[in-house]
């Protein structure tokens, strides 16, 4: 079975930094299009981010240029780098895989708080 755990949220100040990861089983990274997908209350479960087969990345319009998605293949790892953050940020991060066989698995999240 694919399993996907989120890690890395927690409290921070606007305007700090947060690196999440996202570990897989039963599944290799490297051959899927992977996505960081958020959902604040009272939304829906937004996308983030994305990243292809090739590296190729692209991004919400409300990140651009303050968020990054990586991988690392040999970990099997995708990992979403989180810098100036702002209130209106928060919210629980999923990450997930782009393929039509696994986009209804989803890890429990990791909670990404932005305040002061």
């Known amino acids: 079975q694919v399993q996907l755990v989120e890690s890395g949220g927690g409290l921070v100040q606007p305007g700090g930094s947060l690196r999440l990861s996202c570990a897989g089983s039963g599944i290799i990274f490297s051959i899927h299009t992977m996505a960081w997908y958020r959902q604040a209350p009272g939304n829906g479960r937004d996308l983030v981010a994305r990243i292809g087969i090739s590296g190729t990345t692209d991004y919400a319009e409300s990140v651009k240029g303050r968020f990054t998605i990586s991988r690392d293949n040999a970990k099997n790892t995708v990992y979403l780098q989180m810098n100036n953050l702002k209130p209106e940020d928060t919210a629980v991060y999923y990450c997930?895989?782009?393929?039509?066989?696994?986009?209804?698995?989803w890890g429990r999240g990791t909670l990404v708080t932005v305040s002061s």
């Open positions: 997930n895989v782009l393929n039509s066989a696994w986009r209804n698995v």
